[in-house]
């Protein structure tokens, strides 16, 4: 039926299509973007040569402040570096907000690949257990599952992941509902593609960009639901490095020694800030819509 | 309408009391044992068995929930291992305070999230400056945005208090809980405006993420429909930009940043519970953060059922705006 | 330049409400840019009715966005030239005056009214905003033809039907009496039925309220319908500009003659293959120096593709951009030998592509092999109507046999169930009752109508082809020999074969698809409007195409379309749908020459075509959610007697009394 030319002058050009979007002018301060979640990754790898200093043991005098006696950031109530444990700190955050993320593309983009192309009966009682979890707020359930489950980091993680992967789920299965419902799909089964031929061929590579875009933006708010679940004590112990922790312990020094609560908070903000300018420059490039 | 209300009333329903089953299964999982927890390590193996009895753990597991809902129905949530009273008197006393904050925030959050949305949508001077600040604001944890403003606020400037919800010795009690509303109900504005100052600080550090995210969905929301032919139509009419985005491209973006609000009630709350630690508000979320190192289940299992049944209350009543939005969605 | 303030060689009475002159509009894409418009002079005079004809970028549309001073697009476009409307500037006034100019000159219909309404917002007060007063919208709604006005007041655009809706833009483009409204294809979205109505509706209200049209069309038939002159844009200039019959019947361009030429009406010639234009509209973020049409010019000479013609006076009011003496060109697109209006199925002989021709001679006698049998098939979908889950009677009782190498067509308006009932067949939707059955060779393919959407986008149109070969245990290396077979088949390049469907064009995709449909190729070909989506000189070509590989593969064809002069030139026999009914089948050409069920004959009154003024029959078409009782058509049915709303009245398709293979299913067949 529709014969008509499209209201706006062709927004996509045919000399444009096929263009990597990284080779387009406008993209390149995308890619810079993006580009900062290796520079992260990196420095978090490199934590334990990049610090200067042990970030358990005390290595000079106490609550030095930011720049004096070569320490960086300053130094604890016990002397240890403060720019030590906050890379170190760094390091933990990061990997765990990956390692989240990474379990909740796998197990929510599994059940709603499997919703969404089985459809019928299926997607319902997914779907229904995936909404009945997002229908609860995710980190006061992980809050819960935490204190049921006996602190630990690796219990905060459990926990965190239970609570995260329904939201990807939606996603992938809300694109794969969306792609079964073009002709391509029909096209492919009449061509006498199968089931999962169809489910992993020609449907779920297109979920995959909407599912990294999800992911990429959603870095920063894990990163920053993480802190806050160490500064409530639901961390490693002490006298681990973490950044969220290291803020609680150390409220009492906040109207003298500023530095020793405030600059795990200021790690945490350029962490979360760095992952949220990666997922708009990830969106960006992906999204392209 | 009536039908729809029903409906998503009926489904939240179903929600809270999954959300009891999800409370129960993890008590049980718990490694701490509520017995040992009550009566200390030191107890007789004879009062451990007689407390088990008495707390019905020697029963079926279905008789057990069974029980676990009927006391829930009556308010009874269990003992607090810390504070070895009701946990629902607990929470009596400490919901009217955290109640007030989270509205308070919620209520910065949208008004932050429309100036965001349309200042960068009709251009208002200096919306990009703000927009960046919200940004930066957004990626901070709720913690640092605290203890940061404690810094300049109080400690360096004196403009607002750091703790507390008033300053006032026996500020009015009832009948909403809410000092500031229940300040002007007794002719105390001053009340009002001292619980309005101790507000302000946590309420504003609660509502930045929240804002940004809104504001952001607000804000693509209204560029995607300012591309959207009805706008063509609204223009080519001769009505004004404002006439275009304020009668028409609103109420068709409403939706995104609704479902978007909901969502963040969620993580809101877990930044209610950090900052009401913080600046040592007599709310549910501070009661949480001290009986998170106590291991005091009782006391987080109830704390996370009220902050549910508020989180899909809330939702709820999302849902119901949207249909009133949009009168295309239907039951 | 300005070649066309003196084209306005006509009295100096005609007064002009809008003014183009020398505009050009480029739009900046990152490093591209867009030449959507390129020196386009043209009036609107008081009264008229401009038609804007053009196939997609030919920069029609950006056109009538200038006259509103409404151009988009993020950065704005370069712009160069005026545009007036009413005397005010449009392109370079202030935002403030051309929302004036708007609110008291300009009126505006567009194409999707779907999409053009605000969705949120009841009808009655979007039509406020521009009327100014309650009582005036109501006025105005009345004024368009919707009845019960003042209750579709408070409907939301989503309650009302796709004709009422385009009413609704209507009632709110002529408030306040504007000078020119600029209808940006007002009808494409409609069937064909609703879009005589609009039409005729847009005719009445220029005689009544004497403001101007600018009629933004793709279909030349469209324009021809209601235009007082004609101009032809291509691709981003002025073709041919002219009083509306000359440019028809006499153009002096060969762009508009060839436009003319391949456009499809119930009068085309079905013996042999349809005209086409070939090549494809030039690249606008490159044009040729030359002429633009050059590149597709079958009397294109040396120096057309050098110097770039302007367009000139080559009789009063009638301009033309082409070196070539009007003359030439109409010399060379003079009508082939007078063909009678109607070819016999007889003239139709056998190497002719677009006619029956799939079996042998021989086998005519003998009862042909059937491909395809459907015997009483019924569904009903289960769909959601305001808050109530109710049934929409897709199909009720069809039955229909397509025979080995046959061609059929299914025409229908939307709601008839004829997609419907191609999916049943290809086995997409189960049947709730009845039966397929199928002929033994390979299983139906599918044609569908959005190629691009039928091909997967991440994967090559390599793969996507020898998909279909998966069981036929071929090497790589076999089957990518078949793959390039195919394409070459359809006439691609072997290299399409590595290209993803997003990198082809319109046309190139379709045939992708064919090329995937044939490459082992089926007993039954099932092509679902596969050329609406299509620009004129496209359809043609992927007709020639299906017409073509049906006789080379011996596939029987199942062509659903909305247009009756598609399916006159592609089918053997026409069936006609209504409300999941076949009302009408027989051979392609008789029933669009007599058609019997008055349905029929309504549809085929209402065809847009040159020099006929197409009847439209009044009211809304039923809805298959509730269809009428008896037979559905009655409510509208203009001969209808009581008994045909009979509820255990059942039409049956009877034979034609005195005609072979001609079955109608109304009761005054019965009766005879």
Known sequence: ?289 | MIQLIAKRLAAAAVIVLALTAVMFFLQKISPVDPVHAMLGPSASPAAIVAEQKRLGLDRPFLAQYGSYLNGLLHGNLGMSYRTRRPVSTDLGSFLPATAELSVYALIFALILAVILALGSTLRWPGSSVFRLLLIAGASAPAFLLGIVGILIFYSKLGWLPATGRTSVLNPPTGPTGFLTIDGLLHGEPSVTFDAFRHLLMPALAVAAIPAVSIGRVLRSSLIGQMRADYVRTARAKGLTERQVVLGHVLRNSVNAALSMTGLQVGLMFSGVVVIEEIFGWPGIGQYMAQSIPAADFPAISGVTLLLGAGYVAVNTIVDILQAIADPRINA | ?672
Not at chain 1, 5 to 32: F, K, N
Not at chain 3, 650 to 664: A, N, S
């Open chain 1, 1 to 289: 039926m529709a014969v008509a030319e499209p209201y706006i002058a062709p927004a996509t050009p045919p000399a444009r299509r096929g263009r990597p979007a990284i080779l387009r002018a406008h993209g390149r301060l995308d890619v810079a973007a993006a580009s900062l979640l290796v520079l992260v990754t990196l420095i978090a790898l490199l934590a334990p040569v990049l610090a200067p200093h042990n970030p358990i043991q005390p290595v000079g005098l106490p609550m030095q402040s930011p720049g004096s006696g070569g320490f960086l950031l300053g130094t604890d109530s016990i002397g240890r570096d403060i720019l030590s444990r906050v890379l170190f700190g760094w390091r933990s955050s990061w990997f765990a907000a990956l390692a989240v993320i990474a379990s909740g593309l796998l197990i929510g983009g599994l059940i709603g690949l499997v919703a969404g192309t089985l459809g019928g009966v299926a997607d319902t009682v997914l779907m229904r257990i995936t909404d009945g979890f997002l229908a609860l707020p995710a980190p006061v359930v992980a809050i819960a599952v935490v204190a049921a489950l006996g602190g630990g980091f690796v219990h905060t993680l459990i926990a965190v992941a239970v609570v995260w992967w329904p939201f990807y789920a939606r996603i992938v299965r809300g694109e794969i509902r969306l792609l079964a419902a073009r002709p391509h799909v029909e096209a492919a089964r009449l061509a006498g593609a199968g089931r999962l031929r169809i489910a992993v061929r020609h449907l779920l590579p297109g979920a995959v960009p909407a599912a990294v875009i999800t992911a990429s933006l959603d870095v920063g708010n894990l990163v920053l639901t993480l802190a806050a679940l160490s500064f409530l004590g639901l961390g490693q112990p002490q006298p681990a490095p973490e950044l969220g922790a290291d803020t609680a312990h150390n409220l009492t020094y906040l109207l003298q020694q500023w530095w020793i609560p405030v600059m795990p908070g200021i790690a945490v903000m350029v962490l979360a800030l760095a992952a949220n300018i990666a997922g708009d420059g990830v969106r960006n490039l992906l999204g392209d819509r």
């Open chain 3, 1 to 672: 330049m300005t070649t066309l303030d003196t084209a306005a060689s006509q009295p100096d009475t005609m007064e002009a409400v809008a003014r183009v002159e020398n505009l050009s509009i480029t739009f900046r894409r990152g490093a591209l840019n867009i030449q959507a418009v390129r020196g386009v002079s043209l009036e609107v005079r008081r009264g008229e009715i401009l038609g804007l004809v053009g196939e997609s970028g030919s920069g029609k549309s950006v056109l009538g966005m200038s006259l509103l001073g409404l151009l988009p697009g993020e950065p704005a476009p370069v712009t160069s030239g005026a545009v007036t409307v009413c005397g005010k500037d449009m392109l370079n006034g202030s935002a403030g005056l051309r929302r004036a100019v708007r609110r008291q000159h300009l009126g505006a219909v567009f194409q999707d009214p779907m999409t053009s309404l605000n969705p949120t917002m009841r009808v009655g007060r979007q039509v406020i905003e521009a009327a100014g007063s309650e009582d005036e919208a109501v006025r105005l709604l009345r004024a368009v033809g919707i009845p019960d006005a003042t209750r579709r007041m408070a409907s939301f655009p989503h309650e009302l039907s796709g004709g009422l809706r385009q009413r609704v833009m209507i009632a709110m483009a002529i408030a306040g009496r504007p000078a020119l409204v600029i209808a940006d294809e007002p009808t494409t979205a409609l069937d064909v039925m609703v879009q005589a109505q609009v039409l005729a509706l847009l005719r009445s209200l220029r005689d009544e309220i004497g403001c101007s049209f600018l009629m933004i069309t793709h279909d030349l038939g469209v324009a021809a319908q209601i235009a007082d002159r004609i101009a032809v844009l291509y691709a981003g200039r002025i073709a041919e500009l002219g009083p509306t019959a000359t440019v028809l019947h006499a153009a002096a361009h060969p762009y508009s003659a060839a436009l003319t030429r391949s456009r499809l009406s119930l009068s085309s010639e079905r013996g042999r293959p349809l005209v086409t234009l070939p090549g494809e509209v030039p690249d606008p973020a490159g044009p040729p120096p030359g002429c633009p049409f050059e590149p597709r010019c079958a009397l294109a000479r040396d120096e057309c593709s050098v110097t770039m013609p302007e367009p000139v006076e080559v009789a009063p009011g009638h301009l033309s951009a082409c070196i070539l003496p009007p003359g030439e060109v109409a010399a060379a697109f003079a009508p082939a030998p007078p063909a009678s209006r109607i070819t016999t199925l007889d003239e139709a002989a056998a190497d002719v592509p677009a006619a029956p021709a799939g079996r042998p001679a021989s086998a005519a006698a003998a009862e042909p092999a059937v491909a395809a049998r459907v015997q009483d098939v019924a569904k009903t979908f289960r769909v959601k109507s305001g808050r109530r889950r109710v049934g929409l009677q897709a199909l009720r009782g069809v039955s229909l046999q397509v025979a080995e190498g046959e061609s059929v067509a299914i025409v229908g308006e939307s709601g008839s169930g004829k997609s419907t009932m191609l999916r049943v067949i290809a086995g997409l939707e189960r049947a709730d009752r009845g039966g397929i059955t199928l002929g033994r060779g390979a299983g139906p393919q599918m044609v569908f109508q959005d190629a691009g959407a039928s091909l997967t986008p991440w994967l090559t149109v390599g793969a996507l082809i020898g998909e279909r070969l998966r069981h036929a245990h071929l090497g790589a290396a076999q089957r990518g020999e078949r793959v390039e077979e195919a394409l070459a088949h359809v006439g691609l390049p072997a290299h399409v074969a590595r290209a993803r469907a997003t990198q082809l064009s319109g046309g190139q995709r379709q045939r992708v698809a064919l090329a995937r449909a044939t490459v082992v190729p089926p007993e039954v070909l099932l092509c679902d409007e596969p050329t609406s989506a299509l620009d004129v000189s496209l359809a043609a070509v992927v007709l020639n195409l299906v017409a073509r590989l049906r006789r080379e593969l011996g596939m029987a064809v199942l062509f659903v379309t909305h247009d009756l002069s598609v399916a006159r030139v592609v089918a053997d026999r026409i069936a006609v749908m209504y409300l999941g009914r076949i009302v009408e089948l027989g051979p392609a050409e008789q029933v669009v020459a007599s058609p019997q069920h008055p349905y029929t004959k309504a549809l085929v009154r209402a065809v847009p075509d040159l020099g006929v003024t197409p009847a439209a029959l009044p009211g809304e078409p039923a809805s298959p959610l509730d269809p009428p009782p008896g037979c559905a058509f009655n409510p509208r049915c203009p001969v209808a007697e009581p008994a045909c709303a009979d509820p255990d009245f059942l039409p049956r398709l009877i034979k034609l009394r005195g005609e072979q293979d001609r079955t109608v299913a109304c009761i005054r067949a019965e009766v005879n």
